[in-house]
C-alpha cells in the first residue's frame, strides 16, 4: 500500500477529489499529501508523532513549520507572513509538492491528467503554479473531514480523528475489470444513474455518462441490476428549449472563459426580479457557478445592479444578453479589478467557500449575525439533534447561553434587556433546548429554513430576525381569519 502512494497518479487524485478533480484539484494535492505522509513510505513518521486521537490543532503542528500562524481565527493573508524562505509547506507550489520539477516527469504526468480531467495541459501548468497548502485553517479542517469520510481518517469523536489500519485502507488501484454484478458494477450503474439525474449541471457530464452507460452496456450489466437510488432535483427553470439553450450558452462561455489561464472580465445585461424586472448592466469578474435554490447561479464580483462594487449571486436565468468579454485593457473595466488583476490578487473559489463556511446563508457577502433559536425538548430530540445545518450550528447549554448574552459581539448591547426578558419566559430549560449560529441576514434561503421551522424555531435573537418573522406571521394570520 505504501509504494502504491507514494505515486500521484490522476486516477488517485480523482478519488481523493471524491470524483470531482477539475473542482477540487488543489484540495486533491493537498490529501494526497497528507495521506502520503500519513501512510507513503515515510508515514510511519507521522503516525508516531501525532498521537491518536488527535484534534486539527495536533495535525496542523506537525503539518507547519513553527514560523506558521497556527490562530484559526487569523486571517488566510496572515498565516504565512513569517515563513518566507522557510521549509514550510506553505512555501511549496503543487509542482513541488507533486515532485514533478523534473521537465520529462512532468509532462508525463501533464498528458495523463489531461486525458482523464479534460483539461488541457496548458491549464494544468498554470494550476502547478498554485500554492496548496496557502488556504485558511478552516479548509485544512474540511480537509480532514474529507479524508474520514473517504475512510483515510476514522473519527473517534467530534472533531477528533485516529489513523486506519493499513489492511483496512481504501485501495488506490482496484481492478474494476471483475465480473459482472460485483459491487463495483453496482457502484458503476448507481454512478450511471446519478449522473443521468445531474448531467444538467454541466455539459461535459454528458459526455462521460456516454462513456459509462457503453461500457457497462458492453460488460452486458446495465441492464441485469435494476436501479436502487433516485435522485429529485427540484428545477423552477422552465424546460423550454430556448431557456435551456440560453443558460447552456451562459454556462459554456464561462467554462471557456476559465479554462484561459488568465480569466477575463465580462459585461451582460441583468433581469432584477425583486425590481419587477428592472434591467441592468453589470461588468463583473465571475468567479464560479453554484446549482442551489433550484436554479443555477454565477458568484462574481464588480459592478453590480445598483452601480455598486460588490460581490452578487446572479441566475443564469436571469441575464438577458450575451456574455461579453472584456479586452483586458477596456476602459469599462473598473479600476478596482485593474488594480485586483495587476497585483494578482482577483477572487477565487476558496474565497467564496471560507465566507459560506463562516455563517450560513448562500448570499455569502451579506451582514453576519448571530442567531439564537429555541426548540422545544421534544421536537429538538427528533428533528434537530444530530442533524447538520451549518459550521457554526452547535447546541447551548446555560453556561454557553450565559457566554453567548456577556459577548457583545454576538448580543447587541441594546438589545440584551429585552433578550434576556424573553429568555426569562423559559426557565425551565430541560423543556426549552437552545442554539446559536451565524447566518447572513436576510438570506433567502435562511428565511426559508426558519419558515419550515414554524411554531417550533422561535428565533430570540438578534431582534431585527425575531420582528421580521413577527410581521410575517401577523400578514399570514390575516388571510386565514
Avoid at 455539459?203 to 452496456?217: C, F, N, S, V, Y
Avoid at 442551489?292 to 446572479?314: H, T
Wanted: glycine share 4%; hydrophobic share 35%; charged share 25%.
Amino acid at each position: 500500500m505504501a509504494s502504491l502512494l507514494e505515486n500521484p497518479t490522476p486516477l488517485l487524485l480523482h478519488r481523493l477529489s471524491g470524483g470531482q478533480l477539475i473542482n477540487r484539484f488543489e484540495r486533491s494535492i493537498r490529501l494526497w499529501y497528507m495521506v502520503q505522509q500519513m501512510y507513503g513510505n515515510d508515514g510511519q513518521k507521522w503516525r508516531s508523532q501525532i498521537t491518536e486521537p488527535f484534534r486539527y490543532k495536533d495535525f496542523s503542528e506537525k503539518l507547519f513549520a513553527s514560523s506558521h500562524n497556527l490562530d484559526t481565527t487569523a486571517k488566510r493573508e496572515e498565516l504565512s507572513q513569517l515563513c518566507a524562505n522557510t521549509s514550510c509547506i506553505c512555501q511549496q507550489s503543487a509542482l513541488e509538492i507533486l515532485q514533478l520539477t523534473a521537465p520529462t516527469k512532468r509532462q508525463r504526468w501533464l498528458k495523463e491528467v489531461s486525458l482523464f480531467s479534460g483539461l488541457d495541459t496548458a491549464e494544468l501548468t498554470k494550476r502547478l503554479e498554485i500554492y496548496p497548502f496557502r488556504v485558511s485553517h478552516r479548509s485544512l479542517q474540511m480537509d480532514l473531514k474529507m479524508l474520514e469520510e473517504l475512510g483515510w481518517l476514522k473519527s473517534i469523536e467530534r472533531g477528533s480523528y485516529g489513523f486506519i489500519p493499513e489492511d483496512q485502507l481504501p485501495n488506490p488501484e482496484r481492478d474494476t475489470h471483475s465480473s459482472p454484478g460485483n459491487d463495483d458494477d453496482r457502484e458503476s450503474v448507481d454512478f450511471a444513474h446519478i449522473l443521468e439525474d445531474i448531467a444538467f449541471l454541466q455539459g461535459h457530464l454528458h459526455l462521460r455518462l456516454d462513456e459509462l452507460e457503453t461500457q457497462l452496456k458492453h460488460r452486458q450489466v446495465l441492464s441485469l441490476l435494476p436501479r436502487r437510488i433516485l435522485v429529485h432535483f427540484e428545477h423552477i427553470i422552465p424546460e423550454d428549449h430556448h431557456t435551456s439553450d440560453r443558460i447552456g450558452d451562459h454556462q459554456a462561455c464561462l467554462e471557456k472563459l476559465w479554462r484561459s489561464p488568465k480569466g477575463g472580465i465580462v459585461r451582460f445585461r441583468y433581469r432584477v426580479f425583486r425590481e419587477q424586472g428592472r434591467e441592468a448592466d453589470v461588468i463583473v469578474y465571475p468567479v464560479c457557478l453554484h446549482y442551489v435554490r433550484r436554479a443555477k447561479y454565477l458568484s462574481a464580483y464588480g459592478i453590480d445592479p445598483w452601480g455598486k462594487v460588490a460581490w452578487y449571486n446572479y441566475r443564469l436565468d436571469a441575464i438577458a444578453s450575451s456574455l461579453e468579454v472584456l479586452p483586458q485593457g477596456s476602459e469599462l473595466i473598473p479600476e478596482t479589478l485593474r488594480q485586483m488583476s495587476r497585483q494578482n490578487n482577483l477572487p477565487t473559489t476558496e474565497d467564496i467557500v471560507e465566507a459560506l463556511l463562516a455563517a450560513w446563508g448562500f448570499d455569502f457577502y451579506l451582514p453576519k449575525l448571530y442567531l439564537i433559536l429555541r426548540f422545544p425538548e421534544a421536537f429538538e430530540r427528533w428533528y434537530v439533534r444530530d442533524s447538520y445545518r451549518h459550521e457554526t450550528f452547535q447546541r447551548l447549554d446555560p453556561g454557553q447561553l450565559r457566554q453567548v448574552l456577556d459577548n457583545p459581539e454576538l448580543v447587541a448591547p441594546q438589545e440584551r434587556q429585552q433578550i434576556e426578558a424573553l429568555l426569562a419566559r423559559y426557565s425551565d430549560t430541560d423543556n426549552h433546548i437552545f442554539y446559536g449560529v451565524w447566518v447572513r441576514w436576510p438570506d433567502p434561503n435562511l428565511v426559508l429554513r426558519l419558515r419550515d421551522w414554524g411554531p417550533n424555531g422561535e428565533v430570540i435573537a438578534p431582534l431585527v430576525v425575531r420582528h421580521h418573522l413577527r410581521d410575517e406571521v401577523r400578514i399570514q394570520s390575516n388571510f386565514y381569519g
